[in-house]
Nanobody, 124 residues
Framework: QVQLVESGGGLVQAGGSLRLSCAAS????????MGWFRQAPGKEREFVAT????????YYTDSVKGRFTISRDKARNTVDLQMNSLKPEDTAVYYC?????????????????WGQGTQVTVSS
């Protein structure tokens, strides 16, 4: 089992920046990928960005390309999400996700562990 602890959410004005961090502990030796999903009120959880652990290949949903950057630190078992040029539609609870075996890194289906979630609110 892998435990995930997120930090870095908050309230920011449109156009501002936030950085989310997620630290993994436990059975991290079997990490295939990590990343971020988000869920707005009344909506389903959706893919935001993920990163493949072996080579650092990153995946982004179209709406955040050019604004968000995901990165990983293999030694510390952490994944960060730098969010720039934030928009009100980015408002959601952001969840860290851990994949422990090969899977489609843009889908929730392969996620083995979830973080508790951190709120991101972007005001207009």
């Amino acid at each position: 089992q892998v435990q995930l602890v997120e930090s870095g959410g908050g309230l920011v004005q449109a156009g501002g920046s936030l950085r989310l961090s997620c630290a993994a502990s436990g059975r991290t030796f079997s990490t295939y990928g990590m990343g971020w999903f988000r869920q707005a009120p009344g909506k389903e959880r959706e893919f935001v960005a993920t990163i493949r652990w072996s080579d650092g290949r990153a995946y982004y949903t179209d709406s955040v390309k050019g604004r968000f950057t995901i990165s990983r630190d293999k030694a510390r078992n952490t994944v960060d999400l730098q969010m720039n040029s934030l928009k009100p539609e980015d408002t959601a609870v952001y969840y860290c996700a851990h994949y422990y075996r090969p899977a489609t890194l843009t889908s929730t289906r392969g996620v083995g562990s979830w973080g508790q979630g951190t709120q991101v609110t972007v005001s207009s």
